[in-house]
């Protein structure tokens, strides 16, 4: 009865209702990458019923852009249809920034996420109270758009720690704390 396509950051939350169902083995997850539409995912379906059923999908960590979705909803028998079509806009983000780390404080690993206003080259290190860097997370290029790095400080001890974005011109150092 609908289909529906959501931006959550860099991934895209797809979410579809049928009011009833006969036979239905299941929903390939269409994008659509140059001219065809080429299968991401599966959802199995329900087989028959008259009750209502939601179903939902997540295409994550997509860079910015435009996407467009489908459904091939798929019988026991072979038999398929396709749904219309729903597109959605992944926006680069305006302005650089460096998120607070989350959770923090930690033990042993926390998410770090950053937003690219451009195409950028990109690092990302770990120092401690004393100024000595103790990891590189990342160096090398990056789209604009929206990114996350894990960070898994299970061989360093507990204790305040900084992390520092370098991005082009744009660079921010923010603080963690690791309790064991």
Same mark, same amino acid.
């Given at each position: =009865?609908?289909?529906?396509?959501?931006?959550?950051?860099?991934?895209?939350?797809? *979410?579809?209702? =049928?009011? =009833?169902?006969?036979?239905?083995? $299941?929903?390939?997850?269409?994008?659509?990458?140059?001219?065809?539409?080429?299968?991401?995912?599966?959802?199995? $379906?329900?087989?028959? =019923?008259?009750?209502?059923? *939601?179903?939902?999908?997540?295409?994550?960590?997509?860079?910015?852009?435009?996407?467009?979705?489908?459904?091939?909803?798929?019988?026991?028998?072979?038999?398929?249809? /396709?749904?219309?079509?729903?597109?959605?806009?992944?926006?680069?983000?305006?302005?650089?920034?460096?998120?607070?780390?989350?959770?923090?404080?930690?033990?042993?690993?926390?998410?770090?996420?950053?937003?690219?206003?451009?195409?950028?080259?990109?690092?990302?290190?770990? /120092?401690?109270?004393? $100024?000595?860097?103790?990891?590189?997370? /990342?160096?090398?290029?990056?789209?604009? $758009?929206?990114?996350?790095?894990?960070?898994?400080?299970? *061989?360093?001890?507990?204790?305040?720690? /900084?992390?520092?974005?370098?991005?082009?011109?744009?660079?921010?150092?923010?603080?963690?704390?690791?309790?064991?």
């Amino acid at each position: =009865t609908s289909f529906n396509a959501f931006v959550s950051g860099n991934d895209v939350e797809l *979410n579809w209702i =049928t009011a =009833t169902e006969t036979n239905n083995l $299941g929903f390939e997850v269409q994008r659509k990458s140059g001219d065809e539409f080429l299968t991401i995912g599966y959802v199995k $379906g329900t087989g028959t =019923t008259t009750q209502i059923q *939601n179903y939902a999908y997540t295409d994550k960590d997509l860079a910015a852009g435009i996407y467009s979705y489908r459904l091939r909803q798929v019988d026991y028998n072979g038999a398929y249809e /396709f749904s219309e079509i729903v597109e959605v806009n992944i926006e680069a983000p305006k302005v650089y920034t460096l998120e607070q780390n989350y959770p923090n404080p930690f033990n042993p690993s926390t998410k770090i996420n950053f937003n690219l206003a451009a195409d950028s080259k990109v690092t990302l290190k770990v /120092f401690n109270l004393l $100024g000595e860097e103790v990891r590189t997370l /990342f160096n090398g290029n990056l789209s604009a $758009g929206n990114h996350k790095v894990d960070f898994n400080a299970a *061989n360093l001890p507990s204790g305040v720690y /900084f992390y520092r974005l370098q991005a082009g011109d744009f660079v921010q150092t923010r603080k963690m704390i690791l309790l064991k």
